[in-house]
T-cell receptor, first 113, second 115 residues
Framework: DAKTTQPPSMDCAEGRAANLPCNHS???????VYWYRQIHSQGPQYIIH???NNETNEMASLIITEDRKSSTLILPHATLRDTAVYYC??????????????FGKGTHLIIQP | DTGVSQDPRHKITKRGQNVTFRCDPI?????LYWYRQTLGQGPEFLTY????????KSRLLSDRFSAERPKGSFSTLEIQRTEQGDSAMYLC?????????????FGPGTRLTVL
């Protein structure tokens, strides 16, 4: 799986949009971009994933650049409960073989009141 | 609660002892994964099962580690002759694999401290 690069930490004011960047310049054509987050003392939680089109769900939006070398996770109205470590992961569509996720160190997002 | 559950949540043991953790996946999920997470790091993949079959093992899974999923439902992870370096959070996840992408749902983890 391709590697990802994320800033180690970010701050965002409560109620504002939080924009978390991720670089994945070596991504292959069959690799998807996934985002998970981990709130302190809990297991990681799936947020969203995409291949090349922008995606939106009830939690967040995912914007993937046209060359697919970077992406941005957007939390439209951040709350204090969004304080967590956010992981950007690139993975191929799973078959019968490798299916383990490769986490980096992620971005520690701190929402300020 | 219908999420992934893990037992125990915390375990303190002395170096050299054996420990066993249990994971109960979401009902009807056919894949089950084990990860390890040390302080300040992201989770690291250890192994996964599809039903009873162990399909992938990371090189992190040393000979002292063994995982089983005998009936394709719950799984156990055993660590023999524990070392201080085994101190970590052990996370379990499950997914329903249907031939393509599958979201992994994580449990709360078992925190192991080896004294």
């Amino acid at each position: 799986d391709a590697k990802t690069t994320q800033p180690p930490s970010m701050d965002c004011a409560e109620g504002r949009a939080a924009n978390l960047p991720c670089n994945h310049s070596t991504i292959s054509g069959n690799e998807y971009v996934y985002w998970y987050r981990q709130i302190h003392s809990q297991g990681p939680q799936y947020i969203i994933h995409g291949l090349k089109n922008n995606e939106t769900n009830e939690m967040a939006s995912l914007i993937i650049t046209e060359d697919r070398k970077s992406s941005t996770l957007i939390l439209p109205h951040a709350t204090l409960r969004d304080t967590a470590v956010y992981y950007c992961i690139v993975r191929v569509e799973s078959g019968g073989g490798a299916d383990g996720l490769t986490f980096g160190k992620g971005t520690h997002l701190i929402i300020q009141p | 609660d219908t999420g992934v559950s893990q037992d125990p949540r915390h375990k303190i043991t002395k170096r050299g002892q054996n420990v066993t953790f249990r994971c109960d996946p979401i009902s009807e999920h056919n894949r089950l994964y084990w990860y390890r997470q040390t302080l300040g790091q992201g989770p690291e993949f250890l192994t996964y099962f599809q039903n009873e079959a162990q399909l992938e093992k990371s090189r992190l899974l040393s000979d002292r580690f063994s995982a089983e999923r005998p009936k394709g439902s719950f799984s156990t992870l055993e660590i023999q002759r524990t070392e201080q370096g085994d101190s970590a959070m052990y996370l379990c996840a499950s997914s329903f694999f249907r031939g393509a992408l599958n979201e992994q749902f994580f449990g709360p983890g078992t925190r192991l401290t080896v004294l």
